[in-house]
């Protein structure tokens, strides 16, 4: 079976992925149920893609690296002298990266983001699957979901879930 590459991320009503200093408490104060199916999710993906200012937010939580059991790519051009054992740093070609990837047996591909790699494989038409969680809360300025270049691109609903105030739609590539 082949292997796609799943943008999993939740939004504002107003498109925003974080404020625009990076915060995500809004997304946090949003009534909702549990995990939203993210353990679901995390189980049908074995491989991570972030970007680097993604990467340094993660680590910045006060917890263990939450991606240690799956193959990690963080996509930069500006990779640290001393990053965390279970990353692997890439610059360049995020089409080579994919296409390598899919060519590997496994599960699905998670890309996490942020805002600027979103833009990269969209415009490189490289999203199979989006799984977008809408939080009912207007924040303003923000990191927006989707910017850049991109072509149109038609997607199928597959699914729509909702957990309490969130809403969830799962669309799949046409």
Not at 19 to 31: I, S
Request: hydrophobic fraction near 40%; charge should be negative; aromatic fraction near 12%.
């Amino acid at each position: 079976m082949k292997r796609s590459v799943i943008l999993y991320i939740a939004a504002s009503l107003d498109g925003k992925i974080a404020k625009k200093n990076g915060d995500l408490n809004w997304l946090y104060q949003t009534e909702n149920d549990g995990d939203n199916g993210y353990y679901a999710f995390m189980k049908q993906v074995d491989t991570t893609i972030m970007g680097r200012t993604t990467y340094d937010e993660v680590l910045g939580f006060d917890v263990p690296f939450p991606y240690e059991d799956y193959d990690n790519y963080v996509v930069t051009s500006h990779a640290p002298k001393e990053g965390h054992p279970e990353v692997t740093f890439v610059d360049g070609d995020i089409v080579h990266l994919v296409e390598s990837l899919k060519e590997k047996e496994g599960k699905d591909i998670f890309l996490i983001g942020g805002g600027n790699l979103i833009a990269q494989f969209l415009e490189k038409d490289l999203v199979d699957e989006l799984i977008l969680s809408i939080a009912p809360v207007l924040i303003g300025e923000g990191v927006p979901l989707f910017s850049g270049n991109y072509l149109e691109k038609r997607f199928k609903l597959s699914e729509l879930r909702q957990y309490k105030d969130l809403v969830q739609m799962h669309y799949v590539a046409e």
